[in-house]
């Protein structure tokens, strides 16, 4: 006769089984998932000309991401994202003149992601690399009284307004709170890194000495995301 003890036993570990199989197919269920981020952004890298000044002020950024799934701790994919800080006036980077500095940048990157994928919250860490390109234009207007040194005019002139692409990376941290079991909302910090690249004058800048403007930027910025998992 079977025992007791090994029907228990036996139904037990069925229902371990079961259990466990339901576990698996509610993980592989939502494997993928969609994010909108956005935020806010800010930058304190500087240009040099005939003086120092920032590029830009704060403004804003936000993105789409798409990641998989491989593990219940570790997801990849990629996102595109845009930095869009709001332009800056400076009375000393170009000599006796006004000038609005500001550049715009798109990034393309692999990212991955590491913490639970599961629970309530949701605690991660994300990196990624790819590259980025950026727009810089640099507008300016000598003071009252003054002109170009080349003409003696007083307009206002486009020194540069140039688009280069370079390496970029990014290091971020966040936290997810679940919404049920497609749906989460979360926050997050992150850093940005853009390499440098040189960015070409127009005429009007070589015809005032400018010969390019070489550089990279980090960034920083704070939001929020929702996902979507499926």
């Known amino acids: ?9 036996a139904g037990a570990l069925l229902v371990l089984q079961a259990w466990t199989a339901a576990e698996r197919a509610r993980a592989q269920e939502f494997d993928n998932s969609v994010s909108v981020f956005g ?22 950024s936000g993105g789409v991401r798409y ?23 400076s009375a000393t ?3 006796n003149g006004f000038t609005t500095t500001n550049f715009q940048s798109i990034h393309a990157l692999v990212v991955c992601r590491l ?21 810089l234009k640099v507008v300016s207007t000598p003071f009252f009284g003054y002109g170009w040194s080349d003409s003696g005019t007083t307009e206002t002139r486009t020194l540069v307004d140039s688009r280069k692409l370079g390496g970029a990376a990014k290091a971020q941290a966040g936290l997810d709170v679940s919404l049920g079991d497609s749906a989460t909302l979360g926050g997050y910090a992150a850093l940005h890194l853009a390499s440098n690249a040189t960015y070409a004058p127009t005429r009007a800048g070589t015809a005032v000495g400018l010969t390019g403007l070489k550089g990279g930027y980090t960034a920083v ?6 996902s979507a998992r499926f």
């Open 67 to 89: 990641l998989r799934q491989t593990s219940g701790y570790f997801g990849a994919g990629f996102e595109v994202l845009g930095l869009v800080p709001r332009e800056r006036r």
């Open 39 to 60: 935020g806010v952004m800010s930058s304190s890298s500087k240009i040099r000309i005939n003086g120092e000044a920032e590029v830009s002020r704060p403004g804003f």
């Open 115 to 135: 913490g639970p994928s599961e629970g309530l919250l949701m605690p991660y860490l994300l990196a990624g690399a790819g590259a980025h390109s950026t727009s």
């Open 1 to 9: 006769m079977i025992s007791r003890t090994k029907v228990l036993g």
């Open 93 to 95: 980077l170009i000599t």
């Open 221 to 226: 910025s704070y939001g929020m995301n929702a």
